[in-house]
């Protein structure tokens, strides 16, 4: 371990050197290398004659004693500070042992500092005082050893993830009690040590105190203000504080204070004239030597108050001042009681004198300025030493710093050989500008940060100031050459892409004035003059693209242009603008720019008057009419637009303005030449029929429409369900019996729905029943019996439709059964010469049109149709509706006359019905003569199926007849 021990050293350089390698420490190895001061003094005193060299050696070695273990103090303190900032929330109990430490450390700090003031000015300490120091330093070395141990695990255990259960709560935060046990030793070691720093008061004071602290007290105090949210304050060992016999040595500001603070607009600008002496009560901030932070170009140490003046952090700005959107514990500042100003003063930003000169230009405007970066024009600070140049973890304590908005330490670290550039991972000037401290930012860009370094996110520090719309920061990056095309990985895009898509005009200015790319695309491939494009985007935004070269026809990846993008949006003034950058009014993106132009009356006035080709949009009119925008068709109308062209090469604006039932656009297109008899889909006149838009009828009659061109118009009235429009469509001259292209007339349209009204409105007007549509009228009537009765009415010759009385049996419908008997239609009237009416209501079991046909009709039960009755009968009902071969039995039917070579006896065997055939012999007997097609008798054939009851019952019917 290397100490530098000169005459004119301060404690500061007797701390050990950082940029040195060090030797670890170990508690037992440091007595073993460090002779015991308490031993020198016993044998010394055994002497009665004390030799003054043999003295100075002792306190020396005391006075090395004590530097090291404050090394190790510090070490500890480090630690202590990395894993606190490794949780969230520390525990009460870590809290506390973490002021004890600090208070150890001053004490130490203290006592060297006395001892080392002793052997400057040649002063012999008694040994007594001495030996006792000894042996508090060696007790606060074993102490020391036993914390360090417990933070060592802690850190371990952070490392390895293995944690968790000691984040269940304050009390459980440390649940192996490694802390509650060096607890204790750690507060005695304190009393201890500040009872022997009393010792020296004498040879102290107040301000003798040097204030060169190390790095490890400075970011565990940081770490315990963070955690507590009080400023962290250190008590001197004066008797005054002695008296007082508190046992905290940590306390909050109070309000008794003598500091005087500086908060927003309240603050002084200047110092009060007068300060009384400074308290025995300090910050930690405060404790830092003032020469520190006062260094000039030249690296010298300029003391007093007017050192400010010529200090290079300050001389390029107004002040180092936190702005008021820096960190929220950076709100309040204390001006230190020994006179001196810190480089945070007044209310006035960071970055002031750097971007006033920007901030005077007309950035609200879209004028255009052109600027370049010279970065090396901008004022820098070049650090004094290397000291901690290659020191492990620099930059890790550099960036704590920053994120705890501790300029002094950040400020220290710089000077002291520290890079800027702290690495992707912990990136020192991105957390700078996330927490929007000016201050920190400058002090980075002063030492010459790299503004276009990406963190592990792939953000540059100029795309973190746009996303939170910094723009002094932003300014203060560009001058310091930071790039504004520079674009982050992934979906991020470029600083000026943000600035756009968030509309932040004067951000937007500023990245065009030194060199932004107005024809970048954005990371959705998009351009910027597209991206920038909004309902509520500020017309001045467009105008600044347009006039930085941003060019108009520029189309993104999916084919869009920004003049698209304007009528898509409905921004007339923005289509203005672009017309007068020179936008092509016909250029597709993708679409034609008059259709969205179509919504939105401004935007389309603007492209006609910009000469629009209206042949391009073939049937805007038609979507102007869909659109229900009157205003627009006005102004198609008005710029010649036909009224009957076509969209799609099928819709009208007539038609759709009778679809959608608009009588005011109807009425404009009517005045205005649109032509009733031009189809779309359908013709004008069948779309009112079919969409129930009957008031528009009169006057496209009016205007010229055809109600015969082409036909089938009162048909599609009656399918549309359109009485009113049949009925006036027949007054006003259309032709009932006209067919419709499929071959239907309107009467069998209304007889297949059965439309009784529509049916009488095309009887009464002329309708020929004698017209066939989808069939006869007459034949489609039979399952409708009232229809069929009107039919029947007008129809001369009803028995001229051959098969309509089994029609009307197949259709289960005995009225008109009945109503066709009644017209003179026979009973016996087969269907495509096969189908008897008989025989069809046999196969469908109707019993009560059977009862009708061979009753009242007078039908011939032996009269064949598909077959003989009987036959049909056995065939289809021997197992139900028995009744309809009793009925036919009981009319006469006979089972013994052949047809087709077969009779109902026969059926009756080949049914195996025993009783059916009992039945049949019993009543109308049994020819055993007649022959089968085969040749075969009744009797072969039972015999041939071993049916010897059949048999039996045939022979004694035979013997019986």
Known sequence: MTYLLTPDSTYGQHVPRRDIPQQPYSGASTLRHLPSPAASVKGASSHNHINISSVDRIQAQCLSLCSTITATCDDVAEKMAKYASSVSAPSPEFITLAREILGVYHMLACVCTCLLDAMRGGQVLPLDIIDVMSKKFQNAQTCLQSIEHVVSKLLEGRRKGTMSRMRRGFGKMFGDGGVEKVLPEAIRTHEDLRSGALMFHWNLGADRVESALGIGFLDLAAAVEAATGQPFRILSPSPASEENGSSHRVEPMSPANTYHRVTGQHAAAHPPAFLPPAPAELSFADQISASDYARGDSGGLLLGRDARADSPILKY??????????????????????????????????????????????????????????????????????????????????????????????????????????????????????????????????????????????????????????????????????????????????????????????????????????????????????????????????????????????????????????????????????????????????????????????????????????????????????????????????????????????????????????????????????????????????????????????PLLAAGAKLDTPKGIVETAVVSKNPKAVRWLLENGADPNDKCPDGHTALTAAICDNDMECVDVLLLHGANPNIRGQDWPACMAVRHPEILKRILAVLQQPRAFKGIMEMAVAANQLESVKALRAAGVSVEDRNVGVFSPLTTAIREHRTDIVAFLIGEGGADVNAPGEHLPIVKALRRCQTEHGEIIDMLLDKGADPNKMYRGWNGIMQALENGDARMLKKLTDRAGVNLEVRDELGRTVVEIATSRKWDEAVDILMSSKAHS
């Open 317 to 698: 700005t107004n002040s180092m001042s936190s702005s008021h959107h820096s960190r929220a514990n950076l709100n309040e500042r204390l001006v230190s009681p020994t006179g001196l100003h810190t480089f945070m003063e007044t209310s006035t930003t960071a970055l002031d004198a750097i971007v006033e000169d920007i901030q005077a230009l007309e950035l609200d405007s879209a004028k255009v300025f052109r600027l370049d970066s010279t970065p090396s024009d901008m004022p820098h600070i070049k650090s004094s030493s290397r000291m901690d140049a290659d020191k492990p973890n620099a930059g890790a304590e550099l960036v704590s710093a920053i994120r705890a908005g501790n300029h002094r330490i950040a400020q220290q670290l710089l000077d002291r050989g520290v890079s800027p550039d702290s690495g992707p991972d912990a990136h020192a000037l991105n957390d700078a500008i996330s927490g929007q401290d000016t201050d920190a930012v400058r002090l980075l860009l002063l030492y010459g940060v790299n503004p276009n370094t990406s963190d592990r996110q792939g953000q540059t520090p100029l795309m973190v100031a746009c996303r939170s719309a910094q723009l002094e920061i932003a300014i203060a990056l560009l001058k310091y050459g930071a790039d504004p095309n520079m674009s982050s990985t992934g979906e991020m895009g470029s600083p000026l892409e943000v600035a756009v898509v968030n509309a932040h005009v004067r951000l937007a200015h500023v990245l065009l004035t030194y060199g932004g790319d107005a024809n970048q695309m954005t990371s959705c491939g998009d351009t910027l003059l597209i991206k920038s494009i909004g309902q509520k985007t500020p017309k001045v935004l467009v105008d600044m693209l347009l006039n930085y070269g941003a060019l108009p026809n520029k189309k993104n990846t999916d084919g869009k242009t920004a003049l698209f993008q304007a009528v898509t949006n409905g921004r007339a003034d923005i289509v203005a603008s672009l017309m007068e950058h020179g936008t092509d009014p016909n250029l597709p993106g993708p679409k034609h720019p008059l259709w969205p132009a179509t919504y939105h009356p401004e935007c389309l006035s603007i492209l006609v008057a910009s000469s629009a080709d209206f042949k391009k949009a073939p049937g805007i009119m038609e979507l102007a009419a869909s659109l229900n925008n009157m205003e627009s068709i006005r102004i198609l109308l008005k710029a010649g637009v036909d009224p009957n062209l076509k969209k799609d090469g099928v819709y009208t604006p007539l038609c759709t303005a009778i679809r959608d039932n608009r009588a005011e656009i109807f009425q404009l297109l009517i005045r205005s030449g649109a032509d009733p008899n031009v189809p779309a889909s359908e013709y004008p006149a069948f779309k009112c029929v079919t969409h129930h838009r009957n008031h528009f009828l009169p």
